[in-house]
């Protein structure tokens, strides 16, 4: 417990109680007593999020303000949101706050501590204190806390709502950043994800101006730091499992930035998908979430036995476990690792065309980050029928804040500096498309992944793919060579061309969007057919 005091930069008063910087087991006790959620077999914290359980993009803004205005890429992902409304939102939230308890976190952004950022997350919930103790870098020595001053402060009220006529909102939940405040108010939707992507825009932002590249991607290394892979990709290509390699370190499983010294980990703490997690097929994140300080998201439980089902969906698919990184047995204690190696670019392609892996050229790495490509299958989402593009500029569109070239840029000067070899890994469909083809088995994945960090794949011949242009091996070790050719795995040539025109097509129609904020060559690196 402490003084409301120290919240007096915020303009936030007369509330009830503030809870400075509680412990695991403490906030379970106050979670606990406030009717938030149940602890299970085990020891998991279990909670709901009610009528929001994932992210809401259409609900996100960024303020309109001198500081940052001129360069952010506004538009569908940045909209726009005036200080006016700000300031309204801002004061209605905070005469909500009043007599009310208040649950406050001091933590980081980023774990190499030259670059991270002071953080304070203050909840209404002892859950959420929780979750952002979990998700965000923790301060070793707790006689520094509280941070004198945060770089930024968010404001959780998941029971606070909007009026969109009056507030300038879309709906009743909102999720809004003031670059120049170094403020966020979220409200509306107790989803915890809000809380942790929020960090993460933030840091897209900060980050680029110093000439460092925020990245959504996963990362590890083998034997020494020095041997560093990033993994981008996706939801469902296999980023959290291939990283997650028994015989490698774990740097982190999602946000990253590369620096002059090297890869460091944007979290603490990981927020993986739960739904069908089984001890044979993701056994570390199985136990990982199976443990005392571990919170499951929307996970359904028996509440006499107490006992978690992972394969219920009646309250989402997205179920999710949020646990400390260090819960892995194979995770780098400092959260950070030397310049890559290689770069692995995954996707997962339901037509069938793509190779199982290609090395990509400086022009095509530029291009297929841009690009950001992965397709969804039928059952994903509702509606979907057949395979369906989708594509995500630098693998992380959501939470980009600078136009996409910044991001690229600096992607191009890191590559070129530390000369990182790149790579496109087709984790998707052989032999034909989602239903008449199968999958690409995982233990050929992990022999590609495998082959591409010891080196072994950097030395194999090389043969270029007509309709994409893309580099393949002629042989990988462990790999049946049969496949690596995806066109010569597809009973019907010209069924198999087909389809690689009409991929082809979507990929050439979404790189038209960027026209002239790209240069020329860039769009001669996809395909031509």
Not at 66 to 80: H, L
Not at 170 to 199: C, D, M, N, P, Q
Not at 416 to 421: F, K, P, Q
């Amino acid at each position: 417990m402490g003084e409301a005091s120290g919240l007096n930069y915020l303009g936030i008063r007369n509330v009830r109680e503030v809870y400075w910087n509680l412990t695991t087991p403490a906030l379970y006790e106050a979670a606990i007593r406030r009717y938030e959620g149940m602890v299970s077999h085990l020891g998991p914290f279990v909670f709901r999020t009610g009528e929001h359980t994932g992210r809401l993009p259409k609900d996100k803004f960024l303020v309109q303000e001198p500081s940052s205005q001129d360069k952010i890429w506004w538009g569908p992902v940045n909209q726009a949101l005036s200080e006016e409304s700000f300031e309204q939102l801002r004061r209605r939230l905070l005469a909500y706050l009043q007599g009310k308890d208040l649950f406050v976190q001091d933590c980081y952004g980023g774990s190499d501590p030259h670059y991270r950022i002071p953080l304070r997350i203050i909840t209404e919930r002892a859950v959420h204190s929780l979750f952002a103790r979990t998700l965000f870098v923790r301060e070793k020595d707790r006689s520094k806390l509280p941070h004198a001053k945060p770089a930024f402060t968010i404001i959780h009220a998941p029971d606070f709502h909007a009026d969109p006529g009056f507030d300038g909102t879309r709906s009743e939940a909102f999720i809004t950043i003031h670059l120049g405040k170094g403020l966020v108010l979220i409200g509306g939707t107790a989803y915890a994800g809000e809380i942790k992507k929020s960090v993460f825009t933030i840091l897209n932002y900060l980050l680029p101006l110093q000439g460092i590249l925020s990245m959504h991607c996963s990362a590890n290394f083998g034997s020494s730091p020095d041997d560093t892979t990033l993994f981008f990709g996706l939801s469902g290509t296999g980023k959290t499992t291939l990283s997650a390699d028994p015989h490698r370190t774990l740097i982190g499983d999602d946000e990253h930035g590369w620096t002059d010294s090297g890869i460091f980990n944007f979290e603490g703490g990981c927020y993986a998908k739960a739904i069908h997690l089984s001890a044979t097929g993701e056994p570390e994140i199985y136990a990982a979430s199976q443990r005392f300080g571990a919170l499951l998201e929307n996970v359904s439980l028996d509440v006499e036995t107490r006992r978690i089902d992972f394969d219920d969906e009646s309250l989402t698919e997205n179920t999710r476990a949020a646990y400390p990184v260090r819960y892995l047995p194979h995770a780098a204690a400092d959260g950070m690792g030397g310049h890559p190696k290689n770069v692995v670019f995954l996707t997962c392609d339901a037509f069938g065309v793509l190779p199982p892996v290609s090395r990509l050229t400086q022009d095509q790495t530029l291009y297929h980050f841009l690009s950001g490509y992965t397709a969804k299958v039928a059952g994903t989402e509702v509606g979907i029928r057949s395979p369906e593009a989708t594509f995500s500029t630098c693998f992380g569109a959501p939470f980009l804040v600078h136009p996409p070239k910044t991001y690229a840029e600096l992607l191009k000067k890191k590559l070129a500096e530390h000369g990182s070899r790149v790579w496109l890994v087709n984790t998707g469909w052989s032999g034909g498309p989602y239903g008449e083809g199968s999958r690409i088995s995982l233990a050929a994945t992990r022999a590609i992944v495998r082959a591409i960090c010891n080196g072994s794949l950097a030395k194999a011949d090389l043969v270029e793919e007509p309709f994409f242009h893309l580099q393949i091996p002629r042989t990988c070790p462990d790999v049946d060579a049969t496949i690596l050719s995806p066109q010569s795995t597809w009973k019907n040539p010209e069924s198999y061309r087909h389809q690689a025109q009409r991929l082809a097509a979507l990929f050439r129609e979404h790189f038209a969007r960027f026209g002239a904020h790209v240069p020329a060559a860039l769009a001669k690196a996809g395909p031509l057919v």
